[in-house]
């Protein structure tokens, strides 16, 4: 064949057509350069090991091994037809698999003992063993030592055409490479269908144009991006393949960090409300009668937000800390400097809880200086108004006025801020609690909300750990701050798992540690994953687990538990029931109760895990412990313990000793470092979990990058990025990297980002 092709050629036009449309149908793939930007999930190598964990039921994989045992049995079908049954031992240099073909009379002839073969299809699990039925096969070298003659399953055509021609060039033949890739397969179409189709390809691309400059390719140490192409393929030794591995992450790495730092760029380009500090305003005034002095860790924060917030330049910082760390305090002294410059304030929490939980402890901390247009308020008073989705129109309206009039100094609030009805009078900075939840996009929709021209300041806080990649990666346009110590000589909570399958009578325990707890005045939480039998769903974020299998017992659910508790183990408590089906009031009524000691015990979905702060709660008991994420279970433990009380927390679990969610929650309960938990729950969980929708977005168009492996490439790649954008920041110079970053922006935020 001597079709020629480019990245950008259909797949049409240089496969098969029947193989391009499988290959289209399966993955998506349109273009030569879709398919070339997919590697192989593995190659194989002489006594390469398989990776065990991939073995999971149902999962599609493809196998290299030699055949050690073949035996037949004939068996007849329900019309009385005799058949064969093959069953193979096929042995990879690691581990043995067990092959089977109901149909196995023909294949027999083809796969004796000995023959070299690749296995492709769907494993379960057998006795413990793994075993493939009736997979599609490929013979890489027969009994005889024979290859040539292509032999297997499914259409083998177009593949013997295109492994004869490379022979008849005289190169290494297509089946005897020091490494052979394996492609990840689906439905359809096989590794060996996906090896062809590479090759085909390979074969047809004419020199790809590199859109890197020699000078930042050398500075970088990059293989050229038509080398990398070609080896990440069909690399001679794994040296090759890693550097040409190196180069296509680095591409994608590249293209995201010109995307944030066009971000950074863009929200840059107007100047902000400068806010310098004030000793004669609201904040000195708030000041001089904090309930208590701030620790070091708080004064040194506030002094790195007051200088930003006293600029013109818009801040974009994270705040980060524990929980009850001391961060509120801190966003409200940042506050009240912005007051001081005479503009508003906005705060955004990620529930309506949290929203109202906000409103109500800001009002308390500013006393009469939260009470504007009150007799009796103090001089510089300001007014603290909620809004929330779940208001009555005559309440939002109030609301709407008092933001839009300037009236409202803070506002606090849901999403519901984020619509275009609300106005502000003068918007000076936004503050966003528990950033996870929202995305880029959010945050920028609350910033456009400024006065015509000006960017308000922004403030990040988290009580999520964000490792340093990720920090740069998604969020790559904030400066950093961190919280470190617990005010108050606060100790940290004593964790202990609870096997409830395996000593039911720890549980027993448990709840008699409860009624202790309660007897003394303290308070307790109880956590459950859902709401209700039919609520087949976790009520919010609770994560399902892999690796139990087997008789589960059913999850337990807060409305029976709250039930079971009050007739039972706790009969005589007053116990409250929290989740998020509940109207918006009861919630609120229900958390106030418990906050004001009316309830000695609230059973609750995840609604109460951020921010709540009930300083006299001292015991948490989670069930179902295994369905959480770790970082989410250290945050719900940081809700007790905040009163200067020790706090405790036990991780309810039906979880066997050794598996793999009792090996978590022991990490969890031995460690409060809430970084190395972050870290934990990294390479536990998919990416995307973690980094919240909206950045998942343009993170999910990454095929090779992994923000958790190739913090290295991310970092170089982020200098580079800059020193681009500084000399071109429309990209003019460079088109081809202005076409990757506009696939993955999408080319509305392109066609804003890079008009310069
Ligand atoms: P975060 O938002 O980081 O979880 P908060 O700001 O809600 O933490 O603070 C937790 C608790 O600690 C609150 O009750 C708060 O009043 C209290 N607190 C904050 N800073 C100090 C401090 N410097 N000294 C004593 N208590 C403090
Ligand atoms: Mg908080």
């Not at 708080?298 to 818009?314: F, G, M, N, T, W």
């Not at 409060?672 to 950045?695: T, Y």
Request: hydrophobic share 40%; glycine share 10%.
């Amino acid at each position: 064949m001597t079709t020629l092709a480019t990245t950008d050629t259909p797949l049409v036009e240089v496969l098969d057509p029947g193989l391009a449309e499988r290959i289209t149908t399966a993955f998506g793939h349109r273009t030569v350069g879709d398919l070339l930007h997919t590697l192989p999930r593995r190659y194989r190598q002489h006594g390469q090991r398989y990776d065990k964990r991939q073995l999971v039921d149902g999962e599609r994989v493809t196998v290299i091994g030699t055949v050690t045992t073949a035996r037949t049995r004939t068996y007849h079908t329900k019309k009385g037809q005799p058949r064969e049954m093959l069953t193979l031992t096929v042995e990879d240099g690691d581990m043995e698999f067990r092959v089977v073909f109901f149909a196995g009379r023909s294949i027999k002839y083809l796969l004796p003992v000995g023959t070299l073969a690749m296995f492709d299809g769907t494993v379960s699990h057998f006795r413990r063993a793994p075993d493939l039925k009736h997979p599609e096969f490929l013979v890489l070298r027969s009994v005889s030592g024979q290859s040539g003659q292509l032999k297997g399953s499914g259409d083998l055509a177009a593949l013997a055409r295109l492994a004869a021609e490379i022979d008849a060039e005289g190169g290494p033949s297509l089946f005897d490479r020091p490494l052979l890739p394996v492609y990840a397969a689906k439905e359809g179409v096989t590794s060996w269908d996906l090896l062809g189709a590479v090759v085909t390809a390979l074969r047809a691309l004419v020199p790809v144009v590199d859109p890197l400059d020699d000078t930042v390719r050398s500075a970088a140490g990059l293989m050229g991006l038509d080398e990398a192409l070609r080896k990440a393929h069909l690399p001679e030794n794994a040296r090759e393949k890693d550097h040409a591995g190196h180069r296509l992450r680095f591409d994608e790495a590249l293209a995201l960090q010109l995307l944030l730092g066009a971000r950074r760029r863009f929200v840059a380009r107007d100047p902000a409300p400068a806010s310098p500090v004030r000793d004669d305003g609201i904040r000195a005034a708030m000041g001089a009668r904090m309930p208590f002095e701030l620790t070091d860790g708080q004064k040194a924060v506030l002094e790195e937000i007051s200088a930003d917030l006293a600029r013109d330049e818009p801040m974009n910082r994270l705040l980060q800390g524990e929980v009850g760390s001391g961060k509120t305090v801190v966003a409200l002294l940042a506050m009240l400097q912005v007051l001081d410059a005479g503009r508003q304030c906005v705060m955004l929490a990620p529930t309506e809880v949290l929203a109202v939980q906000h409103h109500r402890s800001l009002t308390a901390m500013l006393g009469d200086l939260g009470e504007r247009g009150r007799l009796g308020a103090a001089d510089h008073a300001t007014r603290v108004v909620l809004l929330t989705g779940s208001m009555s129109t005559a309440q939002r309206r109030a609301a709407l006025l008092d933001i839009v009039t300037g009236e409202a100094g803070i506002v606090v609030g849901t999403h519901a801020l984020i619509q275009d009805s609300v106005d502000f009078f003068d918007l000076g900075l936004v503050v966003v609690d528990e950033q996870h939840r929202f995305g880029v996009r959010q945050r920028d929709r609350l910033r456009s909300k400024g006065r015509a021209g000006m960017v308000p300041h922004l403030l990040v806080m988290t009580a999520t750990p964000i490792p340093r990649t990720i920090a740069m990666t998604v969020f790559g346009d904030l400066e950093v701050s961190e919280l470190e110590e617990l005010p108050g000589g606060r100790r940290p909570i004593s964790t202990s798992v609870v096997p409830a399958r395996e000593r039911p009578a720890w549980l027993v325990r448990a709840w008699e540690r409860v009624r202790e707890e309660v007897a003394a005045g303290h308070r307790t939480y109880v956590v459950c994953s859902r709401i209700d039998a039919d609520d087949g769903k976790a009520d919010d974020g609770a994560k399902g687990d892999d690796d139990e299998g087997g008789d589960r017992p059913p999850l337990v659910a807060a409305v029976d538990l709250h039930e079971y508790l009050s007739t039972g183990p706790l009969a005589g408590l007053r116990i409250g029931l929290l989740h998020g089906r509940l109207p918006s009031e009861e919630k609120d009524a229900t958390m106030a109760d418990f906050a004001a000691g009316h309830l000695d015990v609230l059973v609750s979905t995840t609604v109460i895990e951020v921010g709540v702060d009930v300083p006299e709660a001292t015991v948490m008991v989670v069930m179902d412990a295994e369905r959480f994420g770790v970082s989410q279970l250290h945050q719900l433990r940081g809700r007790v313990g905040r009163g200067g009380l020790p706090g405790l927390c036990l991780l309810v679990t039906n979880s066997r000793a050794g598996s793999r969610s009792m090996e978590r929650l022991d990490a969890v309960a031995a460690t409060s470092d809430g970084f190395a938990l972050a870290q934990l729950d990294l390479v536990q969980r998919r990416e995307g979990d973690i980094l919240g929708d909206a950045q998942s977005g343009a993170l999910s168009a990454l095929r090779l990058l992994s923000v958790v492996d190739d913090g290295d490439v991310i970092e170089i790649a982020r200098r580079h990025a800059e020193e681009i954008l500084e000399a071109d920041p429309g990209l003019h110079r460079h088109p081809a990297l202005a076409e990757r970053v506009r696939r993955l922006a999408g080319s509305e935020e392109s066609d804003y980002l890079f008009r310069y």
